[in-house]
């Protein structure tokens, strides 16, 4: 994958590359060396020596974007569809076993829901585009009652947490700092 960090460029990100790009242009055509483009658009200088050569043999018509590497399957009402079917959990669709979304998971949910392939690579990519990580959340029971937590956070916690002493000595007292003399 290309862009392993984040599965692929936004269409928002494509944008911003391509002013970055075009910007670089009317520099060239300034005559700014690559180094200080480089540092003034925050970019490396590989970059810049790249979109340089593009811009001679070319113009600036060469460094405008020509659209997303890949299309995507869904369609954005299609992925508000899906997000919404994500936030209901595993549990909602069938997924019985273990309360963790996984690739696979997610594939055979968007094969369900929109009858459209992806692989577990692609669902990754679909994934990362969209700002979901692969972090797995801390369990929490079905039964979990966020009142009493509160409650239990605030009045009892509090009671029986051992505070520590401010007014004893720390652990860098005289006695521990010092050393004994080097021989010889």
């Not at 970019?43 to 979109?51: A, D, K, P, Q």
């Not at 997303?68 to 954005?76: C, D, F, G, N």
């Not at 605030?154 to 029986?160: G, T």
């Amino acid at each position: 994958m290309r862009y392993a960090q984040r599965g692929g460029y936004t269409p928002a990100e494509q944008q911003r590359r391509e002013r970055l790009r075009l910007e670089a242009a009317g520099r060239f055509a300034r005559g700014d060396t690559i180094k200080v483009i480089a540092r003034d658009l925050r970019v490396t200088e590989g970059s810049v020596r790249r979109w340089h050569k593009a811009w001679q043999d070319g113009g600036a018509e060469a460094l405008r974007s020509k659209g997303p590497v890949s299309r995507e399957k869904l369609s954005p009402q299609q992925w508000a569809g899906l997000e919404l079917e994500l936030r209901k959990g595993p549990l909602a669709h069938g997924f019985a076993n273990d309360q963790r979304w996984t690739l696979g998971r997610i594939k055979t949910l968007i094969g369900r829901l929109f009858h459209i392939g992806y692989t577990p690579e692609g669902v990754w990519r679909l994934m990362r585009r969209h700002g979901w990580s692969c972090q797995v959340p801390v369990r929490q029971a079905l039964e979990r009652d966020e009142d009493a937590v509160a409650v239990w956070k605030a009045e009892v916690w509090p009671e029986i947490k051992e505070w520590r002493a401010t007014w004893a000595p720390g652990s860098a007292s005289r006695t521990t700092l010092r050393t004994r003399q080097a021989r010889g």
